[in-house]
């Protein structure tokens, strides 16, 4: 169901010769960046979009993008979930330059302090709070307080997860379900697999054997998975992650970096759920490198308890920019005039209209694909149904197909992710937005048959 391979080939060289054709100014561009940067872009990552020659950003706005070259694209990657709500939303735009003016960061909590931990709390309904950089950081804190408190050396994650560039989370199920290293992570010495337990994700029972040996400290859940295509969780399988990882001694933590789109306070409190520790990364800065960890007032009185215990000396946990005084007016601007009530209803209005044009057009095709949503976010599988573990995920996944649709789409101005087939929806987002993605997927198919 998915088109020759041969089909398929020669849409992809067709579409990278148009690319070639229309971008000169980013080749230029890339051939000058060629030899200082590795891969010839600052982050490696940005060398995963395959394309002849990296696009180089001129300007983004909104839900727009300008390449140099000066094409206009309309952007459902959106900065891979870090410009969910909108490139350069004015609030932030406007408090980043105050903030920047009066200093930025100085190793003192600004005055701002009270009212983000306010808004915070409000937002997410947990008690108390920490800024870090990112998200990975952000989960590797937590990882270090659970392990800390309950003095439990092993952490549990599910198979095809996510979390960031942290070290224990980098496992996978190999051949004989053995816990083994994911292949292409750089320079890992110490053995991670003895200390990070992985599971199939919706597995109960397997959950429950690794809990019932009495040594996990964290339970590390996004409340479905975003990073293997998209894998929705069993209904009640996440409130029984948190009932079963209590009863056992651990802590429950959901990672919500990726589904903050869910609506407002994440996944989590659309669905009445309150971890232990919750993260959000990426958007909360509204572009600014800013991620939060939350837990709830139990949890902050055991860190409080076992700080009294520890040993002075560097906890592991922390970097100097976090909780900068600019981090925390990006994110007050965020959360009090950027992630609305009204902001949400017009991206759940909107990502819905793609879900529903998605499906349409799947099935005037005749493809048996579907559209997976959670709030704002969507996601192509090209399965009839969604599965229900990583590794069902990692076997539907179709790179040749995936990469020939995100070009086909790019040269003709809809940017989707990369190494996703995820398409997400901002407030600035319109109707007409989301209508001509739709028709160009529909004019893909017809090429792809044809
Ligand atoms: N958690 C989840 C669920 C993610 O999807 C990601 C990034 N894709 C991260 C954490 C890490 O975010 P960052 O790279 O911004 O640290």
Not at 206 to 226: M, R
Not at 265 to 280: E, I, S, T
């Amino acid at each position: 169901m998915a088109g020759s391979v041969e089909k398929i080939e020669s849409l992809w060289q067709r579409e990278a010769a148009a690319y070639a054709a229309r971008t000169p100014k980013s080749a230029v561009l890339a051939e000058e960046a060629a030899s200082h940067w590795l891969k010839g872009v600052p982050l490696h990552w940005m060398s995963d979009w395959e394309l002849p020659h990296a696009l180089f950003l001129k300007e983004a706005k909104g839900a727009r993008l300008w390449d140099a070259d000066g094409n206009l694209y309309t952007d459902f990657c959106l900065g891979d979930t870090g410009a969910m709500f909108g490139h350069g939303p004015e609030p932030v735009v406007k408090a980043v330059a105050g903030q920047m003016a009066r200093g930025a960061t100085a190793m003192l909590p600004s005055e701002l302090a009270p009212e983000v931990g306010r808004l915070l709390s409000d937002h997410f309904g947990l008690d108390q709070w920490q800024v870090t950089a990112s998200a990975s950081d952000a989960n590797r804190a937590i990882i270090r307080w659970a392990r800390g408190v309950t003095g439990r050396p092993r952490i549990l994650i599910f198979d095809g997860s996510y979390h960031g560039a942290v070290d224990d989370v980098f496992v996978r199920i190999g051949a004989g379900g053995r816990t083994e290293l994911r292949p292409g992570l750089v320079g890992q010495v110490a053995d991670i697999t003895a200390t990070t337990a992985v599971v199939p994700f919706n597995d109960k029972e397997a959950v429950k054997a690794e809990l019932a040996k009495g040594d996990i400290a964290l339970v590390l859940t996004e409340p479905l998975l975003t990073n293997i295509g998209m894998v929705p969780s069993d209904p009640g399988f996440i409130a029984f992650l948190a009932e079963a990882a209590r009863e056992a001694g651990a802590f429950f933590a959901l990672d919500e970096t990726h589904t903050l789109s869910s609506g407002l306070g994440g996944w989590g409190r659309v669905h009445g759920l309150r971890p232990d520790f919750l993260v959000a990364g990426k958007p909360i800065g509204g572009g600014v490198p800013a991620a939060v960890y939350g837990f709830t007032a139990e949890v902050g009185a055991r860190i409080a308890a076992f700080n009294e215990t520890r040993a002075p000396g560097h906890s592991g946990i922390g970097t100097t920019l976090s909780g900068s005084a600019l981090q925390l007016a990006a994110i007050r601007a965020m959360l009090a005039e950027v992630m609305t009530e009204a902001a949400y209803t017009h991206m759940e209005q909107l990502a819905a209209r793609l879900e529903a044009g998605l499906t349409r057009v799947f099935k005037e095709k005749g493809v048996s694909w579907h559209v997976l949503r959670v709030g704002a976010r969507a996601e192509i599988g090209f399965t009839p149904n969604p599965v229900r573990s990583g590794a069902a995920s990692a076997e539907r996944m179709n790179h040749p197909l995936e990469r020939a649709l995100h070009l086909y789409l790019l040269n003709r101005g809809l940017m989707l992710t990369p190494f996703h087939n995820m398409m997400l929806v901002s407030p600035e987002t319109r109707e007409e937005d989301i209508d001509r993605l739709t028709q160009a997927v529909s004019a893909f198919l017809t090429e792809l048959f044809e």
